[in-house]
Structures are given as C-alpha cells and as structure tokens.
C-alpha cells in the first residue's frame, strides 16, 4: 500500500480541542481549526470536526484519564476511496480546568516528525499568538527532498520572533517512521503478534479488544499494527475494527487480546 499525499504541504489540518463541563460528563468542544480560520471552513469540515473531537476524547467518562498531565496518541482514518488521513494527537493538562488536545491531520505518516512538532506546540503553547502563527508558517513552508529538514523561523512569521527558530527533519521514505514496536509487543505477547502478522500476509481482518481504551494504549497499537503492514511492503488491505467493552477492573496491567475473523 502506497500512501499518496494529495498536496506539497505538511499537513492538512490542525486542531484544539477542549471540554467544557456538562451535567453528566464534559463535553468536546472546538478551539481552534486552522483551515477554518483560513476561510477554508464548510459543512464538509464542519462535520470532520465533530467527528474527531470524539476521536480525541474517547474517554470522557473516565476520570483518571482527564487528570494524565500528557498523553499522545495516533489514529488513522481511512476514507471511500481507500485513502487514509493519520492523526497525531497530544493531550494536555490545564489546571485547575479540564485538558486539551491538540491534534494534526496529515497524509504523511511520519510519526517523529509530528511528535517533535507537538513537543515544540506544547512547549511553546499559546493559543492567541505562537499556535496560529507556527502552524500557519510550517503549513505555508516548502517541503524539502527527503531526508532534509523544514525550517520555521520569524523571518516566514515575525509573530514567532522571541521564540526562535525551529527545524522539522523529514524522513528519507513515505513509510510510517520513529516508531517503535515495543508496546505492540509488550501488550500482544510474542506469540500473538505472530498471529497478527500472519493475519496481516493473509489479508485477513483485524478486531482489537481492549476493556480500557488509554491504559493499554490501543490507539498506539492500532497504529503500529497499521505501521508493521507497511512495513511488510505487501499490498494489504488492512480494516482495524475497536471494540470496547465495560469492565470493574481498574487495573494498569491489563491484557490486549485479538480476535481474528475472516
């Protein structure tokens, strides 16, 4: 499988997230869109949004998860046309109040590259002045051959001058990278990850079960999974179907099963 960026641009688009407190569990609500506040707004992005705010809270209710001081996660979300859009996501404490997540769409599955952003936007968070303007400029540069690096710097964004200049260094390939496949490995167990790359060769399909959504990192999982068939440079057609299911368990040491059906 070949994933074909649909434009010489970084990413797509960027997203904060926030919760705002209701009777029963916070809710998800938009911050800041970075296409609609370049007039690229619509009912198409609209409807994109508020799909993905339940993408990066997926876990409201549980309170624990919304006292973590940091958490990254990624998603993939494939499209009609078989394209797929990854999401890089970064939760963030905001005491007293709740969390936020600031998330970045992109065609590049270029796992380091984004984290390393999200280290710089979390580092440097401000959403009235160096969000818009870093994220405006890392949109706007050119992209370099593989294997160079992305400047953003005050002189493409005077707004970012006292900050700094800032290097983004692309990979050599399109294929997903800086990943590591410990945690897969640690929560499947070497026995069943082999089930999974037979699974994988064979085309089958793939069902994650988890009782907890964070605590066995399986967003990470499904991504690395995602990242292994890449890897297996087979034309693959991968479906990652999640499943979660209600527990009293409050555990840190749960397992991750797999199911596979044809």
Same mark, same amino acid.
């Given at each position: 499988?070949?994933?074909?960026?649909?434009?010489?641009?970084?990413?797509?688009? *960027?997203?904060?997230?926030?919760?705002?407190?209701?009777?029963?569990?916070?809710?998800?609500?938009?911050?800041?869109?970075?296409?609609?506040?370049?007039?690229?707004?619509?009912?198409?992005?609209?409807? %994109?949004?508020?799909?993905?705010?339940?993408?990066?809270?997926?876990?409201?209710?549980?309170?624990?998860?919304?006292?973590?001081?940091?958490?990254?996660?990624?998603? !993939?979300?494939?499209?009609?046309?078989?394209?797929?859009?990854?999401?890089?996501?970064?939760?963030?404490?905001?005491?007293?109040?709740?969390?936020?997540?600031?998330?970045?769409?992109?065609?590049?599955?270029?796992?380091?590259?984004?984290?390393?952003?999200?280290?710089?936007?979390?580092?440097?968070?401000?959403?009235?002045?160096?969000?818009?303007?870093?994220?405006?400029?890392?949109?706007?540069?050119?992209?370099?051959?593989?294997?160079?690096?992305? +400047?953003?710097?005050?002189?493409?964004?005077?707004?970012?001058?006292?900050?700094?200049? *800032?290097?983004?260094?692309?990979?050599?390939?399109?294929?997903?990278?800086?990943?590591? *496949?410990?945690?897969?490995?640690?929560?499947?167990?070497?026995? %069943?990850? +082999?089930?999974?790359?037979?699974? +994988?060769?064979?085309?089958?399909?793939?069902?994650?079960?988890?009782?907890?959504?964070?605590?066995?990192?399986?967003?990470?999982?499904?991504?690395?999974?995602?990242?292994?068939?890449?890897?297996?440079?087979?034309?693959?057609?991968?479906?990652?179907?999640?499943?979660?299911?209600?527990? +009293?368990?409050?555990?840190?040491?749960?397992?991750?099963?797999? !199911?596979?059906?044809?």
């Amino acid at each position: 499988m070949t994933v074909a960026p649909s434009a010489n641009t970084l990413f797509d688009d *960027f997203l904060v997230i926030g919760l705002k407190s209701a009777a029963t569990s916070p809710v998800p609500t938009l911050l800041y869109c970075f296409r609609t506040a370049q007039g690229q707004g619509g009912a198409e992005v609209d409807a %994109n949004n508020v799909a993905l705010m339940e993408f990066c809270f997926p876990d409201v209710d549980d309170e624990q998860m919304l006292k973590l001081h940091s958490e990254s996660f990624a998603f !993939t979300l494939t499209h009609g046309d078989g394209t797929r859009t990854f999401g890089f996501s970064r939760r963030l404490a905001q005491p007293p109040g709740l969390p936020i997540c600031l998330c970045v769409l992109s065609q590049r599955p270029w796992f380091s590259l984004f984290m390393h952003m999200l280290d710089i936007l979390q580092l440097n968070y401000d959403l009235t002045r160096f969000v818009p303007a870093f994220i405006d400029a890392a949109h706007r540069a050119a992209l370099p051959p593989p294997g160079g690096s992305l +400047l953003v710097s005050p002189e493409e964004a005077p707004q970012l001058a006292g900050y700094g200049s *800032f290097r983004l260094h692309v990979p050599e390939e399109e294929r997903p990278t800086g990943v590591s *496949f410990e945690p897969l490995l640690t929560s499947l167990g070497a026995a %069943n990850l +082999l089930r999974v790359l037979a699974a +994988l060769m064979r085309e089958q399909r793939l069902v994650f079960v988890s009782s907890r959504w964070a605590h066995v990192r399986l967003s990470l999982c499904l991504s690395l999974t995602l990242s292994l068939s890449l890897s297996l440079s087979l034309s693959l057609s991968l479906n990652l179907s999640l499943s979660l299911t209600v527990t +009293l368990s409050l555990s840190l040491s749960l397992r991750l099963t797999v !199911t596979l059906t044809r």
